[in-house]
């Protein structure tokens, strides 16, 4: 049996361990050795890329084994073409977030170890195919997210960190519940009860009445997550008093545990609840494009607006997932790892002039692209991908869903739309008080441009940004049969 999925789960935390011997006060070692133990990961899990068979819809390098067998829980890792760019989409910003956190200085290794632990715990979410392995790297992801808001983040960390423990901990408990409600009125022939995905899936065949609290339960506690209308208030405090790295991370990846938990587990396994629920899903979905939009108009915090404009464009990813036909969900799963590429580069921006001027209002700024040139040409052209300009990654997701809602939801794809014109008034706005006009503040007069570390942060999301806008296809090609296999699990 390959253990090369198990590899690339535990290297983060392989090298979390090493971390802890290495001396506090070798603050450079620290941080080299996180980025290398990072980057290792990364590589190691590149050639899945070009192994990974997109001609089969199957599970691929799967790892199982028992782990408790008296209660059916094995150790079970896969990978089909849904989880394939998300689990890349981890490793690739995993060497990122290190280089993103130069303006980390007290409890250094503390801080590496919570980000080499989170990636942990996001791996084994995207790979597992256990409901009760999956069950514990969704745990394992809290802790070390609490730890990163409420130690490292801002003037209010205690209040978000402890707002995003409760908002997850609650829809947590609920999908544990339904799972071992699924457990103990599932018998697989030759097996008996199991938490095994790929059987339960197969042979658990509930009535319509427990569909229906089963997807409810898990559809919640991937709703918060995601975070949809209206379980969201917990992401903007996250995000502001986050620290960049903690930003670029929940936005990055985290985020999308919830629109996965809703491809991979909540509508698969209940048909007939995503039947009855789709109606609502689709509504939430709209409302929270809008929403998230407006709202972002009336930010003063730039790390504010970008952060409710998550909540928008993650419901267009909603809005694909329950769209149920190829193009909306192949639009809606690009889209992931466009908003985990552009908003992280978002972050990443607010926080190279946040650490040289200490503020992320608006109003502090203005006509800055006289003295940062080459940040101001950065941030507009993450600022457009963002916005969905064609040529760039974020026009591919937001084209595919929206065509694909049109066929089966017209009067919904129309609304949605408009929160494409919305993104553009909000981010161009705020790149011409930002970048142009007089400066007003002197302090601004000594602003230095990217340095070296923040270029080698931005270039890779660069590189993908425009690679996805000129030919998606290298990317698309690699999940088309897992959602069609997708489509013909769930539409009832």
């Known amino acids: 049996m390959s253990l090369w999925l198990t590899s690339i789960v535990f290297i983060p935390l392989l090298g979390a361990l090493l971390l802890i011997l290495v001396p506090a006060s070798k603050s450079a070692l620290i941080r080299g050795f996180s980025f290398v133990v990072m980057l290792i990961g990364f590589i190691v899990s590149l050639p899945l890329f070009w192994a990974f068979d997109a001609s089969s819809a199957a599970f691929q390098f799967v790892e199982k084994v028992p782990w408790i067998p008296s209660i059916g829980i094995n150790y079970h890792l896969g990978l089909d073409g849904i989880s394939l760019l998300l689990v890349l989409l981890t490793t690739f910003l995993g060497p990122i977030v290190i280089l993103g956190s130069g303006a980390i200085q007290k409890h250094l290794k503390g801080y590496f170890i919570s980000i080499l632990l989170l ?51 609650v829809g947590s408990l609920l999908m544990l519940v339904a799972i071992l409600w699924i457990y103990f009125n599932t018998t697989v022939p030759g097996i008996g009860h199991t938490f095994d995905y790929t059987q339960l899936v197969q042979y658990a065949h509930f009535d319509v009445h427990a569909q229906l609290w089963l997807f409810a339960a898990f559809a919640l506690a991937f709703a918060i997550k995601v975070p949809m209308f209206p379980f969201h208030t917990w992401l903007p405090d996250a995000h502001v008093q986050a620290p960049t790295a903690g930003s670029v991370i929940l936005a990055g990846v985290l985020l999308k545990m919830g629109t996965y938990g809703y491809i991979r587990f909540a509508m698969p396994m209940f048909p007939d609840g995503v039947d009855h629920f789709k109606p609502v899903m689709i509504a939430l979905a709209v409302i929270g494009i809008v929403y998230g939009a407006m709202v972002s108009i009336a930010q ?33 799963l690009i889209q992931m790892v466009n908003h985990g590429l552009s908003t992280g580069a978002l972050f990443l921006l607010v926080g190279v002039v946040y650490d040289r001027r200490h503020t992320r209002m608006i109003a502090d700024y203005g006509g800055i692209a006289k003295v940062m040139p080459w940040y101001a040409a950065v941030f507009t052209m993450v600022a457009l991908s963002s916005i969905g300009m064609p040529g760039l990654n974020g026009f591919i997701g937001e084209f595919l869903i929206l065509v694909g809602a049109f066929k089966s939801h017209p009067v919904w794809a129309i609304i949605a739309a408009t929160g494409v014109i919305l993104a553009a008034i909000y981010l161009l706005w705020m790149i011409r008080r930002v970048f142009y006009g ?25 590189i993908f940004i425009v690679w996805i806008g000129v030919y998606p296809n290298t990317f698309l090609s690699k999940f088309t049969v897992s959602i069609q296999h997708f489509l013909e699990q769930t539409i009832r």
């Open 119 to 169: 990636q942990t715990g996001m791996l084994g979410a995207f790979l597992a195919l256990d409901l009760f392995l999956f069950y514990i790297f969704w745990e394992v992801m809290l802790i070390p997210m609490y730890f990163l808001i409420g130690i490292w983040g801002g003037l209010e960390r205690i209040y978000a960190a402890v707002k995003f423990f409760i908002y997850t901990m």
């Open 300 to 332: 003063k915090d730039m790390k504010k607006l970008v952060a409710y404009s998550s909540v928008s464009h993650l419901g267009f990813v909603m809005l694909g997932l329950f769209a149920l036909n190829a193009q909306a969900v192949s639009g809606a």
């Open 438 to 462: 007089p400066m007003t503040h002197k302090e601004n007069e000594s602003l230095t441009d990217l340095n070296l570390r923040e270029w080698a942060t931005l270039v890779p999301l660069l």
